[in-house]
């Protein structure tokens, strides 16, 4: 089983800034099956980023997804108002799939 | 518009038995795999099971394995979960969560319901 470690548990920051959130796996993930998502108290998680890089539908250009192997990274690069939130990366390289532990982001 | 909306969920005893449903809407429901993924009390994120399009093929996470089954109605629009004897370590927030793909055993998932929470407790 893939383990994914996200870093910083949490980040305190204020809107505008730049912020880069990491997910590291255990092992190489194939073809850069990771996806990103966003979760906001009290709601479901939302899909941010699959493939790594790919945004899905509907999601704000601030966000892009990198890396490879076993690193990768999501950034905002304007932190808004909702950007506040828990972010959960996710790989679907290899079975079973599994979730790193979250990074939460909240205003400082 | 994409919806799906979970019911079922509640306080149950060790070793008793839950059905959950999904009805799924703004789709067409048989051509995706659905899953359920689930929440723990702590905020992980756990993967339960997935179900191909045709509802032909199943998978489970080994902790849920030989207790959980997943199936769908597609006359419904419905993916259900029946949960069976039930430990302390299966209370969460249980999530129905559509992924992109007609058959996966391991997918990422584009839209997700807003959860029902299972209690397991005595």
Known sequence: ?108 | EVQLLESGGGLVQPGGSLRLSCVASGFTFSTYAMSWVRQFPGRGLEWVSVISGSGGSTYYADSVKGRFTISRDPSKNTLSLQMNSLRAEDTAVYYCAKTPFTMTMQPYFDYWGQGTLVTVSS
């Open chain 1, 1 to 108: 089983e893939i383990v994914l470690t996200q870093s910083p548990g949490t980040l305190s920051l204020s809107p505008g800034e730049r912020v880069t959130l990491s997910c590291r796996a255990s092992q190489s993930i194939s073809s850069s099956h990771l996806a990103w998502y966003q979760q906001h108290p009290a709601q479901a998680p939302r899909l941010l980023i699959y493939g790594a890089s790919s945004r899905a539908t509907g999601i704000p250009d601030r966000f892009s997804g990198s890396g490879s192997g076993t690193d990768f990274t999501l950034t905002i690069s304007r932190l808004e108002p909702e950007d506040f939130a828990v972010y959960y990366c996710q790989q679907y390289g290899s079975s079973p799939l599994t979730f790193g532990g979250g990074t939460t982001v909240e205003i400082k």
